[in-house]
Every structure is written in structure tokens, then in C-alpha cells.
């Protein structure tokens, strides 16, 4: 088994830093901070009357997202190393490559929790006292696929909180209108984990991980997906009635099922050439427009 020690010296500098961000994927960010803004501009609109809390709580909100799923990155980097170094599509990065000592990450990790709790504490009481739970919800992914096929709904849930934090950290509450739009993000982000884990289906079980392609087969975890993600419409649908939102809302809402409808088309259990087109590009482009029209929805009123 492929170990730290027996990798090349670890980049250092700069090149230290663009390691940094592709091993956490930064530009993935896009697929959750959308939701966590979504839900900071509704709860702005409940408190204050207007859908923006100002440039402090902003700010905030915006370190408390990036550490929260910074620190979340690492930790599945780190919990996933051995099993990483195995698989032929996982093996060059960071730490299996060699690229990033163990050392180098763990003090990433620890430096993005607690940038993270500093945040949630500037924030207010309740952001502050939730913090370690956020980071158990979100961190506890990189552990379920060692004894769940259901660990597609775990990280669903772990971007699924972003709105619903947001809403917390605006208003200093928690609010069960706010929930329609976690339970959306949850079933949306398992959808397109379940399409993901399709290219790991037969490394899954010779290794004894376990997943719903390991599960059930490429095809039955494929309409789960389907379903996961007709069902993540209904609940943006309903999210959006239980805050009052308008016609741009109800069109974004209608633009996300056409893309997710588009998504699900690329991908067959014969057929995983346009994974990547489906994963990446199109759900990037999902929570980006979503945001773009409840934006607009705002800006309009």
C-alpha cells in the first residue's frame, strides 16, 4: 500500500498554494455557496425587510462556507489516503502523489475548522454553538462510505445545511421554512454523487466500500438518482412558495429541472463517457442560476 513516506518531497511555496486548492477543489465551491447565499438573501428579506444583511454578515458568511467545506475537503483527503493511492482515478492526488505531506494537510485541516468556529462565532450565539455540529455533519461523510450505501445522502445533507446556516447566521434562529430548501440541496448533491460513484462501482467492491452503484448495480442506482433529483424539484418548488417567492424564482426553479432532466440524459449504466460533462459543468451551472434567479427575484420587488 502506497504510503507518504515512500512519495516524492512535498511541494513548497506557491506551487504549495495551487495544491492547496485543487486538492480541496475550490472551484467547486460553486455548488454550495450559491445555496448558502439563497438562504442568507431569504432570511435577510424575513429580518430586515430587504435581501441583504450587510457587508459584515456577509463576509462572514462567506469565510464560515469556505473553511466549513475546506475543511471538510481535507479531512476526506486524509481519511481516504490509502484507499486513494489504490484506486487508478484517485492515486495522483495530493497526499497519495506525494504532492502534500500528511503533516502539510492535518495542519490545513485544523487551521480551516478553526477559521471556520472564529466565523460562526463572529456571527452570533447560535451560529457559534452549531459549529461543531456543521463540521460533524460535513466532516462524517468521508467516514460513511465504509459501512453505507446511503453515504450519497450523508454529503447531501452536509451541503444541504448551507442555506439553512446561512439563514442562522443572519437572523440569529432557526426557522422550519428554511428546511425545504436543505432538504432540495440534499436530495440534489446525493443525485449527482450517485452519477459520480458510477466510474468506482467495481473498485467499490473489491476494496469493501460500499455505495449504491456497489449497492445496487449501475442501473438501479441510476433511477435512485432520477428520483432523488425529481424529488430535490418538488422540495425547490416548495422552498420557494414558503418564502413568498416570485415569477424569477418559479422560472429558476423550471430552468433546474430542465438542466437536471439534461443531466440525467448524459449518463447511462453502459455509457459513463460524459460523466464529467455531467457532474462538474451542469450542476455547477445548476446552483449558479439558481442563485442568478433568486437574485433577480430580489432585485425586482
Known amino acids: 500500500m502506497a504510503t507518504i513516506e515512500s512519495s516524492p518531497a512535498p511541494v513548497r511555496g506557491w506551487k504549495a498554494v495551487s495544491t492547496y486548492l485543487e486538492m480541496i477543489k475550490f472551484e467547486h465551491s460553486i455548488f454550495a455557496l450559491p445555496f448558502a447565499l439563497i438562504g442568507m438573501m431569504w432570511a435577510s428579506k424575513a429580518k430586515l425587510g430587504i435581501a441583504w444583511p450587510g457587508w459584515a454578515t456577509f463576509g462572514w458568511i462567506l469565510l464560515a462556507m469556505v473553511t466549513c467545506r475546506s475543511a471538510a475537503m481535507a479531512y476526506n483527503r486524509i481519511a481516504d489516503r490509502d484507499i486513494d493511492a489504490l484506486n487508478p ?19 490545513f485541516f485544523f487551521a480551516s475548522c478553526g477559521l471556520f468556529i472564529f466565523a460562526a462565532a463572529m456571527l452570533n450565539p ?13 466532516l462524517g461523510y ?8 446511503l453515504c450519497h445522502f450523508v454529503l447531501g445533507l452536509g451541503l444541504g445545511i448551507a442555506p439553512a446556516a446561512a439563514w442562522i447566521a443572519v437572523t440569529g434562529a432557526l426557522h422550519p421554512v428554511i428546511g425545504w430548501a436543505t432538504f432540495a440541496v440534499m436530495f440534489w448533491t446525493a443525485g449527482f454523487d450517485i452519477i459520480y460513484a ?5 473498485f467499490d467492491s473489491e476494496k469493501g466500500l460500499r455505495s449504491l452503484p456497489q449497492t445496487l448495480g449501475k442501473a438501479r442506482a441510476l433511477m435512485v438518482s432520477r428520483t432523488s433529483h425529481v424529488l430535490a424539484i418538488v422540495l425547490f418548488g416548495a422552498a420557494v412558495a414558503s418564502v413568498g417567492g416570485g415569477i424569477w424564482m418559479v422560472v429558476g426553479v423550471v430552468y433546474a429541472a430542465a438542466m437536471l432532466a439534461y443531466e440525467q440524459s448524459l449518463v447511462k449504466a453502459d455509457d459513463l463517457s460524459k460523466v464529467n460533462l455531467a457532474f462538474f459543468t451542469l450542476n455547477g451551472f445548476i ?3 439558481l442563485f442568478v434567479f433568486a437574485l433577480v427575484d430580489q432585485l425586482v420587488r
Do not use: H
Not at 447560535?126 to 455540529?133: C, D, I, M, T, W
Not at 467516514?143 to 453505507?148: D, E, G, P, S
Open 89 to 107: 482515478r484517485t492515486k495522483m492526488r495530493a497526499i497519495p502523489a506525494g504532492l502534500l505531506s500528511l503533516k502539510q494537510v492535518n495542519l
Open 126 to 138: 447560535l451560529a457559534f454553538a452549531l459549529s461543531p455540529v456543521a463540521l460533524l455533519v460535513t
Open 142 to 149: 468521508s467516514l460513511t462510505k465504509r459501512f453505507t450505501p
Open 198 to 202: 458510477l466510474q468506482d462501482e467495481e
Open 287 to 289: 446552483s449558479l442560476g
